[in-house]
């Protein structure tokens, strides 16, 4: 079953829905990197990752086609960056500000009865996660 894809009983085919309520901690520990994407990104990213997702046009910024991220790059997925911009330790231009979420930090902020050290590996697992999937997004 998936945390945060709706699909039909009798097939996998059916479109993904993208919830407004943001994940619970026990759903982003357990999410692979697509559902991390539905859950988080594609609210603006849209969720073929076009930038076209239902409050992309309420923002002031283009948000950004994640599809042509290796295009864009000499058609190497530009790995680092995603991760660092996923992080929040990046301003990308096209974001114009912070307003994209820092989801290293969301991640790491989870679990505060967890040792620092599991945190970060939660943090990083969910963020190589996330990165992982957008590699699948590219043209």
């Not at 829905?17 to 990104?41: H, I, N, R």
């Not at 990213?45 to 046009?57: E, R, Y």
């Not at 309420?58 to 997925?77: E, Q, R, S, Y």
């Not at 991640?107 to 009865?113: A, K, Q, T």
Request: net charge positive; charged share 15%; aromatic share 8%.
């Amino acid at each position: 079953s998936s945390l945060v894809m709706l699909h039909s009983a009798s097939s996998f085919a059916a479109d993904p829905v993208v919830k407004e309520a943001p994940l619970t901690w026990q759903q982003a520990a357990t999410s692979d990197g697509a559902e991390l994407y539905v859950g988080l990104c594609a609210v603006c990213h849209g969720v073929g990752g076009k930038g076209d997702g239902p409050a992309a046009a309420a923002l002031k910024i283009p948000v950004p086609d994640l599809t042509t991220l290796a295009v864009n790059n000499n058609g190497v997925f530009p790995r680092e960056p995603v991760v660092n911009a996923i992080k929040g330790r990046a301003r990308i231009v096209s974001h114009g500000t912070a307003d994209m979420p820092i989801w290293g930090s969301a991640f790491y902020s989870l679990r505060p009865d967890w040792k620092p050290v599991r945190r970060s590996a939660f943090a990083n697992q969910r963020i190589y996660n996330l990165t992982a999937y957008l590699e699948t997004l590219q043209q």
